[in-house]
T-cell receptor, first 114, second 114 residues
Framework: DAKTTQPPSMDCAEGRAANLPCNHS???????VYWYRQIHSQGPQYIIH???NNETNEMASLIITEDRKSSTLILPHATLRDTAVYYC???????????????FGRGTQLTVWP | KAGVTQTPRYLIKTRGQQVTLSCSPI?????VSWYQQTPGQGLQFLFE???????NKGNFPGRFSGRQFSNSRSEMNVSTLELGDSALYLC?????????????FGPGTRLTVL
């Protein structure tokens, strides 16, 4: 699986958009980009994932560059409860693929301040 | 739908003992993965089960083992516990294997080895 690079920490004012970058320059064509977050000592929470196209759900938006070498997770209106470690992961896809493991790096500690 | 449940939530054992942790996946999910999280190593993949078969295994010693039952519930066992096995053990369930299937995590079991 491709490795990812994320800044170790970021901060954001409450109510503003939080834009979390991720580099995955060695990503392969069948690897998905996943984002999870983990609030202290809880299980990681799935946020969003995508392959090529930009994706949006009720939690966030995922912007993937055309060459797929980087992506940005956008939390449109950050709240204090969004303070967490955010993990960007690439994961092999494919029908019947058994390579489903998630490789977690160190992630980005996002701090939302009032 | 109920989420992923893990039992017990907290466990204290002594060196040399063995321990069994349990995971009940989301209803309808057939894939269960296990991860270990420590402050030093972060989140590391242990193994993945699908249809009662181990499909994927991380780089852990043979003291770590698991199994999956016909109802998709899974157990993991650690024998001859060492101090370094103290960690948060997380279980994740998924509808299937492969990158297009998001994994949903349980709250974890906090194991302390004295």
């Amino acid at each position: 699986d491709a490795k990812t690079t994320q800044p170790p920490s970021m901060d954001c004012a409450e109510g503003r958009a939080a834009n979390l970058p991720c580099n995955h320059s060695t990503i392969s064509g069948n690897e998905y980009v996943y984002w999870y977050r983990q609030i202290h000592s809880q299980g990681p929470q799935y946020i969003i994932h995508g392959l090529k196209n930009n994706e949006t759900n009720e939690m966030a938006s995922l912007i993937i560059t055309e060459d797929r070498k980087s992506s940005t997770l956008i939390l449109p209106h950050a709240t204090l409860r969004d303070t967490a470690v955010y993990y960007c992961i690439v994961r092999v896809g494919g029908r019947g693929s058994t390579l489903g493991r998630l490789y977690f790096g160190r992630g980005t500690q996002l701090t939302v301040w009032p | 739908k109920a989420g992923v449940t893990q039992t017990p939530r907290y466990l204290i054992k002594t060196r040399g003992q063995q321990v069994t942790l349990s995971c009940s996946p989301i209803s309808g999910h057939r894939s269960v993965s296990w991860y270990q999280q420590t402050p030093g190593q972060g989140l590391q993949f242990l193994f993945e089960y699908f249809s009662e078969t181990q499909r994927n295994k991380g780089n852990f010693p043979g003291r770590f083992s698991g199994r999956q039952f016909s109802n998709s519930r899974s157990e993991m066992n650690v024998s001859t516990l060492e101090l370094g096995d103290s960690a948060l053990y997380l279980c994740a369930s998924s509808p299937g294997t492969g990158g297009r299937n998001e994994q949903f995590f349980g709250p974890g079991t906090r194991l302390t080895v004295l």
